[in-house]
Nanobody, 124 residues
Framework: QVQLVESGGGSVQSGESLRLSCAVS????????LGWFRQPPETKREAVAA???????SYGDSVKGRFTVSRDNDKNTLYLQMNSLNSEDTAQYYC??????????????????WGQGTQVTVSS
């Protein structure tokens, strides 16, 4: 069983930064592609970023150049560094483990394990 626990969310002002962490249990952590998704209020969940087991990264268009995804395989932890935050980044953020490869990294249905989420609120 894989379990994920996010942390690092909070309330910040526009232009500030936050770093989210996701602790992943399970001794097969290093094999998985890991992703970050977010869900603003009354909006469908959207892909933010993903990182493969070999370190290759992918980003959603709205966060390219501002967010950086990384992983520490020794600590079984996934990170999301978020810079230049704006009000449109306000959302519940989730980390997830990709267990299927039938669609794409940006399709949440390819991800089988999810954390409980952490809230990020950006005030302008």
């Amino acid at each position: 069983q894989v379990q994920l626990v996010e942390s690092g969310g909070g309330s910040v002002q526009s232009g500030e930064s936050l770093r989210l962490s996701c602790a992943v249990s399970g001794n097969t952590y290093s094999r998985y592609c890991l992703g970050w998704f977010r869900q603003p209020p009354e909006t469908k969940r959207e892909a933010v970023a993903a990182i493969d087991s070999d370190g290759a990264t992918s980003y959603g268009d709205s966060v390219k150049g501002r967010f950086t995804v990384s992983r520490d395989n020794d600590k079984n932890t996934l990170y999301l560094q978020m810079n230049s935050l704006n009000s449109e980044d306000t959302a519940q953020y989730y980390c997830a483990v990709r267990t299927e490869y039938t669609r794409s990294w940006s399709d949440s249905s390819d991800f089988g394990y999810w954390g409980q989420g952490t809230q990020v609120t950006v005030s302008s």
